[in-house]
């Protein structure tokens, strides 16, 4: 890996650092603090404090191990799910430290929270910009994805040439997964330490689709591919705020795409759903 790929990567660690390390940390801050209440106190009221401590960042723990893995990242909703953790547990938090009555306990509750809401909604120095983090991004693409597709899936461009080919990329977000992190920028919108680049490709036979997920943490990225007959698919899009949506999907499978909207990409998703029809009829 040379000099200049590293340095991307280490800038692209920062910009997702907040909601990686600094929340983990806070977490290490508190619990010594909960520690040093009940070795002082002993009283029923710390001890429900610290049981309060140890639910909330429990759950806590459990997205930071998931957050820290560099090898499984996918669609996101991070930060959200650790306000909605709070939000669980607030209640007990609050009537703990009440009844303890000790200030310093109730100051780290709330400046956890303060800050957790502050990162969720994006207000946090990351380092970079999120338009440098956009361009940083697209230098971990591979360029040559078009031809790692047909490779791949055994094409070559005589087969693709009556359907245009179409190429998505974006931040991959899973809304399957829970424990994926997903970070807000500045500009108000989400990202995630996955970057997923994929190429549809059509032949009169069947429905081909490369992808390519990119861990923008480490740089490394795995490829899927897979091919479909015309008839096994159904093949919908929609259009809401300048955001596209294109899904394929099947008896056991679904795709799920997002992308800019533009009369270039808008043609060749026509000329496609069309030739689906044609296939269909």
Known sequence: MDYSKQQIIREINRYFE?????????????????QKVQSGGGSDAAKLIGGAFKLTFGLIGGLTNTLNSASSFGWDRGSANLANMFTKTGDLLNKGSNAAGNSLVKSKIQ??????QRIQNGDVNRGISDDELDEKVMCLVPEDLFEKGLYRL????AEISEVEPIYFEDYFIDEDDESQTQVKGRDG?????????????GTPQKLCVYQCNINLLTGSYSESDDYYNWKQVKIGSKTENKKGYFDIRGA??????????????????RGMK???????E
């Not at 055994?154 to 461009?157: C, T």
């Not at 919108?189 to 490709?201: E, G, K, N, Q």
């Not at 056991?252 to 998703?269: A, G, L, Q």
Request: glycine residues 2%.
């Open 18 to 34: 907040p909601e990686l390390v600094r929340i983990p940390k806070m977490y290490e801050e508190l619990q010594q603090t909960i």
């Open 274 to 280: 069309s030739y689906w029809s044609l296939k269909n």
């Open 111 to 116: 400046n956890l929270q303060s800050e957790i």
């Open 154 to 157: 055994g094409l070559d461009e």
């Open 189 to 201: 919108v989400i990202r995630t330490p996955s970057y997923l680049a994929s190429w549809l490709f």
């Open 252 to 269: 056991n499978f679904v795709y799920k795409f997002i992308y800019n909207d533009s009369p270039e990409i808008r043609d060749s998703i």
